[in-house]
């Protein structure tokens, strides 16, 4: 059984920073690729970043130069560090791998950003 356990989200003002972590157990963490993804009111569940088990990134075009995406495979954890924080950020962020289990999430951690 998967689990995902996401933490770090908050307010924070526009241009603040936050750091998301989500630790994976149940699966072998060191040779999967893992994604943030995030879903805001109204929208569809998007993927803004992946992380290969080499290191290899990828990140959706409205995120670039802002998030960096990194893992520990010692803690079987994934990271998603997040600068100059804009309104459009705000959304609920899920860990997954990518491409995504369907029946595996955790319960997301709430990002608002305030203008």
């Known amino acids: 059984q998967v689990q995902l356990v996401e933490s770090g989200g908050g307010l924070v003002q526009a241009g603040g920073s936050l750091r998301l972590s989500c630790v994976v157990s149940?699966?072998?963490?060191?040779?999967?690729?893992m994604g943030w993804y995030r879903q805001a009111p109204g929208k569809q569940r998007e993927l803004v970043a992946a992380i290969t088990s080499s290191g290899h990134t990828n990140y959706v075009d409205s995120v670039k130069g802002r998030f960096t995406i990194s893992r520990d495979n010692a803690k079987d954890t994934v990271y998603l560090q997040m600068n100059s924080l804009k309104p459009e950020d705000t959304a609920v962020y899920y860990c997954?791998?990518?491409?995504?289990?369907?029946?595996?999430w955790g319960q997301g951690t709430q990002v608002t950003v305030s203008s």
């Open positions: 149940g699966t072998i963490f060191r040779i999967i690729t």
């Open positions: 997954n791998k990518d491409p995504k289990w369907d029946k595996y």
